[in-house]
């Protein structure tokens, strides 16, 4: 079973916005990156645990990412509601130029689960900024995804593969891979363990064969 303590870890969504559905980015791997991202985020959602939308705010002129184009919007399956936290950045890495070590530390979170785009970038630089900042990580492999890449030596790399390496490089490093069915098992033993403590907790009904102090009526009576 996943060593994930919900109660004390928030749940990190990178950059799901419209902006990388443009053709620019060239093929990507795993189609259902949207479906596993929101199935989990509604599962995250059912406890009340915490949860963080990372939204990029490029600053190259072209971009689909930058502040005031249409792709700059979150993906709808996953937009952030009332209440749950919304980091901007600028660069990969969702520390640098936000809050959001502040916040989470604030709040009392020692734990992050990520998910979002791109494998190889954004999520994997937070991740490893993550894990060397001391918080316990998890990125959800098949609720991330990334795009097909030209190395510098001319050949050309399959999304699938650069996803998996980027994957392989963080696990046991900087962070603990998972997929979706795991997270959501660990947030569902957790969220039973933490009903059985409330009940063991709960202070004891009185009984009627208890001895309690009954008023007369008439002096309840108003």
Wanted: proline content about 7%; overall charge neutral.
């Amino acid at each position: 079973m996943l060593p994930l303590e919900p109660a004390t870890t928030a749940l990190l969504v990178v950059d799901l916005q419209l902006g990388f559905d443009e053709p620019r980015w060239g093929r990507r791997n795993n189609p259902a990156l949207e479906d596993r991202a929101a199935e989990l985020l509604r599962a995250w959602r059912m406890t009340g645990y915490p949860v963080v939308h990372v939204r990029h705010m490029s600053t190259e002129p072209s971009s689909p990412l930058r502040p005031g184009q249409p792709g700059n919007a979150f993906k709808p399956g996953t937009a952030p509601v009332t209440g749950e936290a919304v980091i901007e950045k600028r660069v990969n890495s969702a520390f640098i130029g936000t809050s959001l070590e502040t916040d989470l530390r604030r709040a009392g979170c020692r734990g992050l689960v990520i998910m979002g785009l791109t494998t190889n970038h954004c999520v994997s630089t937070t991740a490893r900024m993550a894990g060397n900042l001391g918080f316990a990580t998890w990125v959800v492999s098949d609720a991330t995804a990334t795009f097909d890449r030209v190395g510098p030596d001319g050949i050309a790399y399959p999304a699938e593969q650069i996803h998996a390496i980027a994957l392989s490089d963080l696990h046991g490093e900087f962070a603990t891979v998972v997929d979706t069915a795991a997270v959501i098992a660990a947030l569902k033993v957790a969220v039973i363990a933490a009903l059985k403590v409330a009940v063991i907790a709960a202070p004891k009904v009185a009984s009627i064969d208890e001895k309690a102090t009954v008023l007369p009526a008439r002096e309840v009576a108003r």
